[in-house]
């Protein structure tokens, strides 16, 4: 068979009219796949794909398309699958769960169903979480650690070393270049540029307020991971809130980002006012403090007043950064108008990728200027 006339029979899937061609073994398979989800078009619930309502014969599905398709591919088809044939009940099967491919958005439904849950299908959604928790780990730990340290040396620079061992000779030479002498061939040091000591005390505060509404799924689970690798590190002091119409801290399930995340509740409304409250209280040092609010913005509660205690947090010397996103979605949905009033007071609202966390922490810390600093991102980006 010709195989550009082969990709157009699996693109357009359906008999052999419209392209003349049959399909025998591993591609009648694939396709056979393929029918089940897409087949019918309008995209209801009602579209009889094929996997019917058995969970078995689902379950059998999930593990045809792993066999079938890439691992990417999988992740797509599992989303539309919920989403296009109403399956969010029988994820709650635990059968089902053994033949999910994990994956963040997997993680965000689970969550969603955290509440109705039959406790015969918790193990193996614990189980399904926690891979993909320490996969997140694996790819985030090292990096945001090394970002994080790297910035508290920096911003612990002194230009008093006390000691020639206490001299950064790098930094020093390249802050004295203007004083170059090319007849000695030297440098003049007028100004000297030290490590500082290193700090055993916390040397930072950290408050990670979490929209936990539905959109958000993705935001959460990265954000749980990062808030556990955060905590981890004695030079930090991290709080953790999620938050709807309630507020919750979950601080002290920081050590386990698991348990942390079957602590939150996706959906619901969104109370931002009475968030950031609450996360007021918890700021002790607010010129060493940092805090982030990941949320599409949407408020439920009082926009007056959240604007104001927003205002409030920067003249008191606080960090504030506002993540519309923090996830590998793209272009998130967000309340336009509580951007730019939040951008009239000098606190930049923007989507951030999970890779792109450890740097902002860093520019955080050293106190960069961070709406410069989104920009840059999003010039590199679209090069």
């Known amino acids: 068979m010709d195989e550009r006339l082969r990709r157009w029979r699996m693109v357009l899937g359906g008999d052999a009219d419209g392209t003349g061609c049959s399909l025998a073994g591993t591609d009648a398979q694939m396709d056979g796949a393929l029918a089940a989800l897409y087949n019918g078009g309008g995209g209801s619930a ?38 296009r044939l109403n399956l969010t009940r029988l994820l709650m099967e635990p059968e089902m769960l053994d033949a999910v491919e994990p994956d963040v958005h997997m993680v965000g439904t689970l969550l969603s169903l955290n509440r109705v849950m039959p406790e015969k299908a918790r193990e193996s959604a614990r189980a399904l979480v926690r891979k993909v928790v320490s996969e997140l780990e694996r790819k985030l730990v090292q990096k945001t650690k090394a970002a994080v340290t790297g910035a508290l ?15 950064d000779w790098d930094r020093t030479i390249r802050a004295n270049l203007k004083n170059y002498l090319p007849e000695r061939n030297t440098v003049i040091p ?39 690798v955060l905590a ?13 119409t309630a507020v919750v801290d979950l601080t ?91 951008a009239t007071m000098g606190v930049p609202a923007f989507a951030c990728t999970p890779d792109a966390f450890p740097d902002l922490m860093a520019a955080a810390i050293e106190r960069r200027d961070i709406g410069q600093w989104a920009e840059r991102r999003l010039e590199r980006a679209a090069t």
């Open 46 to 83: 009602e579209r009889s794909g094929g996997l019917g309502a058995s969970a078995p014969r689902v379950a059998r599905w999930l593990g045809d398309i792993r066999s079938y398709f890439p691992s990417t591919v999988v992740q797509v088809m599992q989303k539309d699958a919920v989403e």
């Open 153 to 167: 040396d920096r911003s612990a620079r002194t230009h008093r070393p006390k000691r020639v061992a206490d001299i």
């Open 190 to 228: 007028s100004r000297l540029v030290g490590y500082g000591r290193r700090q055993r005390a916390v040397q930072r505060e950290v408050v990670l307020c979490i929209d936990q509404s539905g959109s958000m799924a993705a935001s959460v689970v990265y954000s749980s991971v990062f808030g556990a």
């Open 232 to 244: 981890s590190m004695s030079s930090l002091r991290t709080s953790l809130v999620v938050f709807d």
């Open 252 to 342: 002290d399930q920081l050590h386990d980002p698991v348990e942390l995340l079957f602590g939150t509740q996706l959906g619901g409304g969104t109370d931002i006012n009475r968030a950031i409250a609450y996360s007021q209280g918890l700021i002790t040092r607010p010129n060493d403090s940092i805090f982030i609010l990941i949320s599409d913005l949407y408020e439920g509660g009082v926009r007056e007043e959240m604007l104001r205690r927003v205002a409030q947090m920067t003249a008191a010397g606080v960090q504030v950064i506002v993540l519309l996103a923090l996830s590998d979605e793209g272009a998130p949905f967000y309340d336009h108008d509580n951007a730019a009033a939040l």
